[in-house]
């Protein structure tokens, strides 16, 4: 490392102000701060100090992703040799999904990273390493089939259109890898709902044993279906359901995956627990209330299953934390986790033809977060004001 490091500063004075790569500076700095912690200070005012930057931050949520990507890897490989009838063993089943997702990670890291490089370039900044997060989201909540051009497209629009003409990272009012999913969502959306696009092969003809389905739980339940069987028609178990041996978006699953990731979040003091919990509680609350009710299968589901099929768990771990476009005060978090798990469930019962819900939800709660947090400081202002006035 001290070699690199030498290197580095040997060849800086290119890329400062009158060197013969200054217009490269920003893409310099991108690949310096990422390597070495950034050798500058504050010199004015009153700041916090603090070991833990945005760069730091961002890797411990890519961390927090790796199990939900790893079973994401081994699923797709499970889910493909399941349709074929073949059996497989763990790392052949692995491999196959490596291959099949390790493409759509590359080229959402390119795609967005190759356009934050340019605009950093263009405006004179810094580079910013919000993408460092959304790059890895992105990939794990598509299709194992999605084209790879799809996901460069969705991709460039998220960066573009979610962030850039916001002015970049940290001034986003929606989450960029949901900005993606629903861009294609609407876009394409033969290449984002039905039964074929959740198993690799399936789209592409491939031989599968007599009578087998691709079909989601979810899907199955918007058909009316009461009993959710897998591809070959095995009742699904409760364990199965938690662990994430069933058809879905590549990290989006394992719910025991994505809470291993949640409590390493909460751990490292990245993820808010407020809104964690609170999505899980509003989620349930709304399950409850229809089971009450009744009328067709997702009504009544039990309100544990929402939990833990679909993206529920996925979005209410990463995407409803993203500290950008959630809520910022602590009384705010508990209302806008609790609506975000409400609203999840209200779309996937009363709109069969998007059995979902979660992605909606939290775009939805993104553009109202804002709104939230201003009447919790008004009311704290108003509180205060009051007893002030007693007070006098």
Do not use: C
């Not at 001034?171 to 861009?183: D, S, V």
């Not at 806008?336 to 009363?350: E, K, M, N």
């Amino acid at each position: 490392m001290n070699a690199l490091r030498r290197y580095l500063d040997k060849i800086k004075p290119n890329v400062e102000k009158g060197g013969k790569f200054h217009f490269l500076k920003s893409t310099f700095e991108g690949f310096e701060t990422f390597l070495f912690v950034p050798n500058t200070v504050t010199s004015t005012g009153s700041h916090i100090r603090d070991a833990f930057d945005m760069k730091r931050g961002m890797i411990m949520v890519v961390l927090a992703l790796v199990p939900a990507l790893l079973f994401g890897m081994w699923n797709t490989g499970y889910q493909h040799f399941l349709a074929l009838g073949v059996e497989a063993g763990f790392w052949e089943m692995f491999w196959f999904g490596f291959l099949k997702v390790f493409p759509i990670i590359v080229v959402s890291y390119v795609t967005g990273l190759g356009i934050e490089f340019v605009f950093a370039q263009i405006r004179g900044h810094e580079i910013n390493e919000g993408f460092l997060v959304s790059g890895m989201l992105i990939p794990l909540v598509m299709p194992v089939d999605v084209p790879l051009w799809m996901v460069a497209l969705a991709t460039a629009f998220a960066v573009i259109i979610g962030k850039e003409v916001f002015g970049g990272t940290g001034m986003n009012i929606l989450n960029p890898a949901l900005t993606a999913r629903a861009f294609l969502f609407f876009a394409y959306p033969t290449k984002m709902s039905g039964d074929r696009i959740w198993v690799a092969g399936l789209e592409k003809g491939m031989e599968t044993v007599d009578g087998y389905s691709g079909a989601t739980i979810l899907g199955q339940a918007a058909q009316n279906n009461e009993v959710f069987v897998n591809g070959i028609g095995e009742k699904y178990t409760a364990w199965d359901m938690f662990l994430g041996t069933i058809p879905g978006s590549i990290g989006e699953t394992s719910t025991l995956a994505i809470l291993i990731g949640g409590l390493f979040l909460i751990y490292v003091g990245v993820g808010s627990w407020r809104i964690m919990l609170s999505v899980f509680a509003g989620g349930a609350a709304m399950g409850l209330l229809l089971n009450a009710f009744g009328g067709n299968a997702l009504m009544d589901m039990p309100f544990w299953q929402h939990l833990i099929v679909g993206g529920f768990a996925f979005g209410a771990v990463y995407m409803a934390t993203d500290p950008v476009t959630a809520t910022q005060t602590q009384r705010g978090k508990w209302i806008y986790g609790f609506l975000i798990g409400v609203l999840a469930i209200l779309i996937r019962v009363f709109n069969p033809g998007y059995p979902e819900g979660m992605m909606l939800a939290i775009l939805l709660m993104n553009v109202f977060a804002p709104l939230i947090d201003h009447y919790i400081l008004e009311a704290n202002i108003r509180k205060r004001l009051k007893r002030a006035k007693v007070q006098a």
